[in-house]
């Protein structure tokens, strides 16, 4: 593995570039002290994801986070990374609907937030929105699947695109992500050999989460990959750490020491 202190900055189109020449890892994270540890690591890219509404404010779903609150995450963790392709999510009903104003709202993630790219849910229902962004030269990183902003109309976060016809509707709305020009395509809780299907089908890297082994990247939710959520167990989470644990050590064993009268000792008063 290459020093991290030789790596350069990797834009959108060094993300794109990267299919096929090796594995692509990439996280979420939504603050500066994160972003600062994810940028020191390894990691190919950071995605300010909507899932900030959950990690970061407790809502349910993706939903209520703002452009506001989201270009304030991008903003945090952009101020900390050197290295790695920075992807800011498009919160809910920012695409939608007229495709100026979808345009109005991916410049404001790219010049207030300062990411290399904005990530879209979505496929053919909101072309002439993409269009218009890449139209602007803004890398777009698609998102099919499972796409939590749906989630009144999925119904749940279920296994998506199980039957053919489904399938096949995903894998057009991936060609045409591929032939509008995105950098990337996230392909979230779908079957592995759906996803396999797309990576062959396209020119640009997948990132699969849930998608099986065959996606060209990977990506994790920072806080369930790290073991700091409760109750968050989807057969497609592998916990690469325990955190929550350590964290809790650390709490009590500070709170043990101020209960007890050692902390602070002498060394550590003025
Ligand atoms: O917001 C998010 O974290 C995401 C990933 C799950 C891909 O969209």
Redesign the pocket.
Known sequence: MTEKTERKKITARDFAELKGQRKLACV?CYDYTSALLVDRSHIDAI?V?????N?MAGHPT?LPITLDQMIYHVQCVTRAVRHCFVMG?MPFGTVHGDPYAALQNAIRMMKEGGCDAV?V?GGHEIRASLEMILGANIPVVG?LGLT?QSIHRLGGYGLQAREEAAAERLLEDARMLNEIGVSAI?L?KIPAALAKRVTEAVSVPT?G?GAGPDTDAQ???MQDMLGMTEGFRPKFLRRFGEVGEAMVRAFDDYAAAVAEGSFPNETESY
Do not use: M, Q, R
């Open positions: 979420t995605l994801g909507d899932s900030a509404s990690t993706t999510d990530k849910e998102h939590p996230t979230e990132i989460i990506i994790l939710v």
